[in-house]
């Protein structure tokens, strides 16, 4: 035999079973493939219907978690002498045997997980772009905004949130600096003011120093131009009617934590777009 046919069945995408059957076909060079594609089957007549257009000696290679529906399919296929290689079930009776476990065995988990991995890369994406306020036309279209005074963990807060798919941009606040116009365009709800213990972030800022070459001297931690610039973190926060949450004894996941619990308060029909 110098040519097959393989149908690639599956109640979901079949881009597990096509990516698999990819992998094992290109072991066979001079084999010529002909390949039969059909994703997202609901009903039995579907595959009576697939079954009739396959010859005999033909394989299926099938993603099916409905152990009903993927019977019935080997059931027909043994009829019309074509073989199945079920590698959904393979691999879901050999982790049965091991652990115990049932299998949820429920359509379109694979699809699920894939959409929540790409909407997670999508808003690290965003979190880098809007980082430290360097574009302020993210700020309306964020789902988030993180504002506060430098060292607050602004950035490393940002990023944990996104990895639970939230748009999330942030402002550092500089007394000598004015506030971008698009600040004011976003929802208050959505707005997170940072603060943090003046003697901490002195201690925080001066390490940063260090780390940057800054002499003794610096006016980065002096514990007079802190307490200038916390002042006016408070006034900005009034002026903005956000919330506002003290970080001094917080660890970065503390913190997105508690965002997280205001946020689903404030907009609690959004809660099916994250933590998925």
């Known amino acids: 035999m110098n040519d097959l046919t393989i149908a690639i069945i599956s109640d979901s ?17 001079d084999l010529e493939i002909n390949v039969i594609r059909k994703s997202d089957i609901k009903e039995n007549k579907e595959i009576d219907e697939l079954i009739e257009t396959l010859p005999a000696g033909s394989l299926i290679i099938e993603t099916i978690a409905d152990k009903k529906f993927s019977d019935y399919l080997e059931a027909r296929a043994s009829e019309n002498q074509i073989e199945v290689l079920d590698i959904l079930n393979i691999g879901i009776k ?10 949820l065995r429920e359509v379109g988990l694979i699809r699920t997980l894939s959409e929540d991995y790409f909407h997670m890369i999508e808003a690290i994406e ?9 574009d302020p036309r993210g700020f309306p279209l964020s789902d988030i905004v993180l504002v506060g005074v ?47 213990d003046p003697d901490k972030l002195s201690s925080i800022r001066e390490v940063r120093s260090k780390v ?15 307490k200038q610039e916390l002042e006016y973190a408070k006034e900005v926060f009034k002026d903005l009617d956000c919330k506002v ?26 809660r099916s777009s994250h933590l998925s």
């Open 94 to 103: 050999k982790i049965e045997e091991i652990t115990g476990h049932k299998a």
């Open 126 to 134: 965003f979190a880098i772009k809007y980082d430290d306020g360097k």
């Open 212 to 226: 940057l070459g800054l002499g003794d001297d610096s006016a980065y931690f002096d514990d007079e131009r802190i």
């Open 245 to 270: 949450i003290d970080v001094t004894e917080n660890t970065i996941d503390q913190t997105a934590t508690e965002i997280v619990q205001y946020y689903f308060e404030n907009f609690p029909d959004e």
């Open 150 to 196: 430098s060292r607050t963990s602004k950035t490393p807060t940002t990023m944990n949130l996104a990895t639970k798919n939230f748009k999330v941009s942030n402002l550092p606040l500089v007394p000598e600096i004015r506030l971008p116009q698009e600040i004011f365009e976003v929802d208050p709800r959505r707005i997170i003011g940072l603060v943090i």
């Open 13 to 29: 995408t079949g881009e597990t079973a096509l990516n698999y059957m990819k992998s094992v076909v290109s072991q066979f060079p």
